[in-house]
């Protein structure tokens, strides 16, 4: 983050000390700061820069553009769809964006969308603006609808950083580094989602900017997105949990866990095959994993009834995907 300040001639060490953080970080790849801290740096580097994106754009997004969008999104939007729509057109007034689009459906089948975010003209050489740009979109839409909204998977085009392991805790969702597009993928079901914060909620959370939106939020309020995380979190280890081990983790019954997933519209064996199809296109893609070791990893008894189930989920077979992710 404060490359973008030290490119515009701003020595970062004052404003670690101002934030009452030690300039000894600038030499720890792995320190960890208070997110209260870390949003004070923020905001100090917003009012210096007197740019949100804070030097990583093409040009400058001024302070107040985002508050001015969420105005936007909060009156008058109907639903989460509405208000990504809203924010699309916004930004697209701008030269220094932040640009993305909402596609549905998404490539993935007709139950998934698509945030595609065009990052083509950031100066990031640490990727640093790409990933901020993601989670903010993702926290705010969550913020929008009150709840978190589970992602499938994020791909990025830029290559797989060193501090990729990272991921997990912004996204928790398999992440495809080297992709097509930056985007973040979701069920489209959650556009439906009305929109739920009023211009008193909105207040609140532009005063504490942006400390609402970098606080790590639970996987779902939902049985749904329990029941993803703790699957997708068995992976690739394996093996799934079963019903009963989900249920038992949750503190419920497994007819009570039953009960609650229909009341969502799905069900175990929907959400078990949602998780595996987005952890086999990820891993694919990312040509990390033979689809031999593929099919075990996800328990399949043997790489024929993946290549199936594979199809059946994506209408191509793993061999396509995997040589997509194997091109220059």
Do not use: N
Not at 180 to 195: H, K
Not at 223 to 233: E, Q
Request: aromatic share 8%; net charge positive.
């Amino acid at each position: 983050m404060l490359l973008g300040a030290e490119r515009r001639g701003v020595a970062p060490g004052p404003l670690l000390a101002r934030a009452g953080l030690p300039s000894t970080l600038l030499e720890e790849s792995r320190a960890r700061v208070p997110v209260e801290q870390f949003g004070q740096l923020v905001r100090m580097l917003w009012a210096t820069l007197d740019d949100e994106l804070i030097g990583f754009g093409g040009a400058p997004s001024k302070v107040g553009t985002f508050a001015m969008m969420a105005h936007v999104v909060v009156h008058g939007s109907r639903d989460l769809r509405e208000a990504l729509r809203r924010a699309q057109t916004f930004y697209s007034l701008f030269p220094a964006g932040p640009r993305f689009r909402l596609v549905e459906p998404g490539t993935g089948g007709p139950d998934e969308a698509r945030m595609e975010f065009d990052v083509s003209g950031y100066d990031d050489p640490l990727h640093f603006g790409a990933e901020s740009t993601v989670l903010v979109a993702h926290r705010f839409a969550g913020w929008l609808v009150r709840r978190r909204i589970g992602l499938r998977r994020v791909e990025f085009v830029h290559p797989e950083p060193r501090h990729a392991r990272e991921y997990a805790l912004l996204f928790g969702a398999p992440c495809v580094f080297g992709a097509g597009r930056t985007a973040a993928v979701f069920d489209r079901a959650d556009l439906d989602e009305p929109v739920l914060r009023d211009a008193a909620a909105l207040k609140a959370f532009l005063r504490r900017a942006p400390v609402d939106v970098l606080v790590c939020g639970d996987y779902g309020s939902t049985a749904t997105g329990r029941v993803r995380h703790l699957i997708g979190r068995a992976l690739p280890a394996g093996p799934v949990p079963t019903p009963e081990q989900l249920a038992d983790r949750l503190s419920v019954s497994p007819q009570t866990l039953r009960r609650r997933l229909a009341a969502e519209g799905t069900t175990y064996q929907r959400i078990r095959d949602q998780v595996r199809r987005d952890h086999a296109i990820a891993e694919l893609t990312g040509g990390r994993v033979s689809i031999e070791r593929l099919s075990r990893q996800l328990g399949f008894s043997e790489p024929s009834a993946f290549h199936r189930a594979f199809r059946r989920w994506t209408g191509e077979t793993p061999r396509s995907y995997q040589t997509r992710g194997q091109q220059p």
